[in-house]
């Protein structure tokens, strides 16, 4: 098992910039993809940025060029920097762990844009 913390949501505007961060309670050199998922009120939630264990990475369209996912091992932790924000980032964003095909979440941390 793994457990996830994310931290790093706020308030910000239009054009702004924040970093979220995620630290695992154990080393995640083992797990095959970490990544970034976001919910909006009334919203599935989906998937915003992901980075597999030799470190490809993969964005959903609306983010790419903004947001850069990254990890740093020896932390435990992923990180998500997100640039030129939007209003329509606005979202619950979650950390997510996949380790031999089980899915594990942190709770989650708001972001908000306003216009």
């Known amino acids: 098992q793994v457990q996830l913390v994310e931290s790093g949501g706020d308030l910000v505007q239009a054009g702004g910039s924040l970093r979220l961060s995620c630290t695992a309670s154990r080393n995640i050199f083992s797990i095959d993809v970490m990544g970034w998922y976001r919910q909006a009120p009334g919203k599935r939630r989906e998937s915003v940025a992901l980075?597999?264990?030799?470190?490809?990475?993969i964005y959903t369209d609306s983010v790419k060029g903004r947001f850069t996912i990254s990890r740093e091992i020896a932390k435990n932790a992923v990180y998500l920097q997100m640039n030129s924000l939007k209003p329509e980032d606005t979202a619950v964003y979650y950390c997510?762990?996949?380790?031999?095909?089980?899915?594990?979440w942190g709770q989650g941390t708001q972001v908000t844009v306003s216009s």
């Open positions: 997510n762990a996949v380790e031999k095909n089980v899915p594990y």
């Open positions: 980075i597999t264990r030799d470190g490809t990475t």
